[in-house]
């Protein structure tokens, strides 16, 4: 498939070259039997629908430029006013829906939206709140309308019906759309989009993973399906709850994957761990699936094996690592995981694979402050832990209306854009990346420096712990380093004493966790909304300096 200016052209030629191609799989309710039945839409019927979307847009308003709020549920609508919204020129704005209403409201008045394309209950929501009040000059219920003025999707098809689609410009540098990161670290921010980046992405999926045109892919976090049209893949969306991946019923999954005969599968950690763990205890054994795509946070070297057992003996599990502002930037292969799981239980943090051939992936002295231009003097040596940086053909540009933040995250390049990735890590004698935590988490105890994903690893690997999260409480520079630790068993408890004597013994074995001494012990560490499975470390802390009285620090010290 040759490439394209705008994201909506890929289906337009799915469209063409394979019309009655199965572009999705969507839920329909339920049948007698208790189990999800489907609703199926063809490559020419989603362009077509489309289509006549783009044309009833344009018609009230909603065309090139215009920034649309999008809040409607995982299914054919979404979809279909996603690639409208694309073949109108329009900018699709994306917001996770379980942020606290007051980081919602702080997003939309950032991205000043003129549009508000929502359910009824987003449309009620975001005008008793105060969403986007300032800038929404349209609204587009998907249902009923209440209230509240504006138009009906079903308004918008029959408007379109009666005009021709729009012929939006072809510049691949226009912005296609602003997605808002998870705010796993504070605020969530607009991530500027251009159409060259979702091409890029398309084609960098494709290479990393060889998928091929007519495979069955099942993504459980809904906005990765926008993939699959460029990819010439079929997307069955599967019936859960997009925000709550952690609680998805496996049951469904399974039946999903085998009834409609996946080839892939996206999901986030905590999904596979959950999904991995049922086909253990139930003995299922997933025959059709050749490759599981797994992102949001680190995958534990447990969840991989355990879920290598539910899978063909030839099917591969990988692991991309990037972020909302670059994606993917490195990959690596379950095995590789496994083979390495020694040096990460030994505090080496996690290695994430070897950056993809059109990245430029570089390691700079860590930095809280703005660098404006590069300079080779920022680089560290082959080996030492600092800010991974990375320049390539799907980094974003900025954030929407984030002016401070953008000079925070991005460095000058010679003509390029360098995003910071918050991350910090180290390369290897192999060339081989290894992720070590985020930057703004890491614990600065006087004059010792402690990363997350380090500390971490050494007490991931008690056969007692599911995880890990070093935090850190009392003053900003000097901080005494907590472990909270969340256990595989979580009821009846009794052996924490001898638990917490054998972590302090642990720690005196590796020098990454030398002299920490104090640990605690947490029911169950909060989230992102996302994939469920970021730590909120920030939120940890408060909780641990509230159970913990500060003690100095000094590092080396044995327990």
Request: charged share 25%; hydrophobic share 45%; proline share 7%.
């Amino acid at each position: 498939m040759t490439a394209s200016p705008n994201i909506a052209d890929a289906l337009r030629a799915c469209a063409r070259d394979a019309p009655d191609r199965v572009a999705m799989r969507v839920p329909a309710g339920r049948g007698a039997d208790g189990k999800t039945a489907w609703r199926t839409l063809s490559y020419a019927e989603l362009d077509r629908a489309s289509d006549t979307i783009a044309a009833g847009l344009a018609q009230v308003g909603i065309g090139a430029g215009v920034r649309a709020v999008l809040m409607v549920r995982q299914g054919v609508a979404f979809f279909e006013l996603m690639f409208g919204l694309f073949k109108a020129g329009a900018v699709p704005v994306l917001v996770d829906p379980g942020i606290a209403r007051a980081a919602l409201k702080e997003c939309l008045a950032e991205a000043q939206p003129q549009a508000f394309i929502g359910i009824p209950l987003a449309q009620a929501a975001s005008l008793l709140f105060g969403w986007g009040r300032a800038s929404i000059r349209t609204r587009v219920t998907v249902g009923r309308r209440g209230f509240w003025s504006g138009h009906t999707l079903e308004e918008l098809r029959a408007l379109g019906a009666q005009a021709a689609p729009p012929q939006p410009g072809s510049d691949p540098e226009a912005l296609a759309a602003i997605l808002f990161t998870s705010g796993s670290t504070g605020v969530p921010k607009g991530v500027e989009y251009t159409h060259r980046n979702f091409l890029s992405q398309v084609e960098l999926i494709r290479e990393a993973f060889g998928i091929r045109a007519g495979e069955v892919d099942l993504p459980t976090f809904p906005p990765f399906a926008l993939f699959d049209p460029g990819l010439g893949m079929t997307s069955v969306i599967p019936d859960m709850d997009p925000t709550r991946p952690a609680s998805a019923d496996p049951r469904r999954l399974i039946d999903a994957l085998e009834r409609h005969r996946c080839t892939t599968m996206f999901g986030s950690p905590a999904l596979l761990e959950n999904l991995a763990r049922h086909a253990q205890d139930n003995a299922v054994q997933l025959g059709g699936l050749q490759r599981v795509i797994s992102a949001g946070a680190p995958v534990r070297p447990d969840v991989v094996e355990r879920a290598y057992r539910m899978l063909p003996g030839d099917a591969r599990i990988w692991t991309p690592y990037g972020a909302t502002e670059c994606l993917p930037v490195a990959v690596i292969e379950g095995r590789e995981i496994l083979a390495l799981r020694d040096r990460t239980d030994a505090g080496g943090g996690i290695c994430v694979g070897r950056p993809l051939a059109c990245n430029l992936v570089r390691v700079i002295r860590i930095d809280d402050a703005e660098i404006a231009e590069w300079s080779d003097d920022l680089l560290v040596p082959a080996g030492a832990i600092g800010e991974i940086t990375v320049a390539g053909p799907t980094v974003s540009r900025g954030y929407f209306g984030r002016e401070p933040a953008t000079r925070l995250a991005k460095i000058r390049d010679a003509g390029r854009v360098v995003h910071r990735m918050g991350d910090v890590g180290y390369f290897d004698a192999e060339g081989r990346l290894w992720y070590c935590g985020r930057k703004g988490q890491r614990v600065i105890a006087g004059a010792a420096t402690l990363y997350t994903e380090t500390v971490e690893g050494v007490f991931n690997a008690h056969p007692e712990v599911r995880r890990s999260a070093l935090v850190g409480v009392g003053p900003q520079t000097h901080r005494m380093p907590v472990v909270c630790i969340e256990l595989r068993e979580r009821r009846r408890f009794s052996g924490w004493p001898r638990l917490e004597s054998e972590l302090r013994a642990l720690a005196s074995q590796h020098e990454v966790s030398r002299g920490i001494r104090a640990f605690i012990r947490h029911r169950g560490f909060p989230v992102d909304i996302r994939h469920n499975a970021k730590i909120d470390r920030e939120r940890l802390a408060l909780w641990a300096a509230q159970r913990v009285p500060h003690q100095p620090f000094a590092a080396g010290d044995r327990a």
